[in-house]
């Protein structure tokens, strides 16, 4: 089974940083591409940054600038580097990827959710 695992969360002053890392381990046969989402109190889960196993990067609008994924040597870890957070920021910040598992199609795969609170 496939499982992917967040930490890095934690609570800081507008204008600070965090760095969020994830890795995901199992019976994997290919990481497809990994990124993270995120999901404020009232609202719906978004989109914040992807990258795919070429290296390709998408970020959502609002983070543009200020946030930056990147693929660690170990290729089963994906990084969240945070600056210049915002109150708007605050979220539960979950790390996701498409992965093909042996004997499998590819699927998408979510950690538990790390907590980002920014205070203003």
């Known amino acids: 089974q496939v499982q992917l695992a967040e930490s890095g969360g934690g609570s800081v002053q507008a204008g600070g940083s965090l760095r969020l890392s994830c890795a995901a381990s199992?019976?994997?046969?290919?990481?497809?591409?990994m990124g993270w989402h995120r999901q404020a109190p009232g609202k719906q889960r978004e989109m914040v940054a992807r990258?795919?196993?070429?290296?390709?990067?998408n970020y959502a609008d609002p983070v543009k600038g200020r946030f930056t994924i990147s693929r660690g040597s170990a290729r089963n870890t994906v990084y969240l580097q945070m600056n210049s957070l915002k109150p708007e920021d605050t979220a539960v910040y979950y790390c996701g990827a498409d992965i093909t598992a042996w004997g499998t199609s590819s699927d998408d795969y979510w950690g538990q959710g790390t907590q980002v609170t920014v205070s203003s």
């Open positions: 990258i795919t196993s070429g290296g390709s990067t």
């Open positions: 199992g019976s994997i046969f290919r990481i497809n591409a």
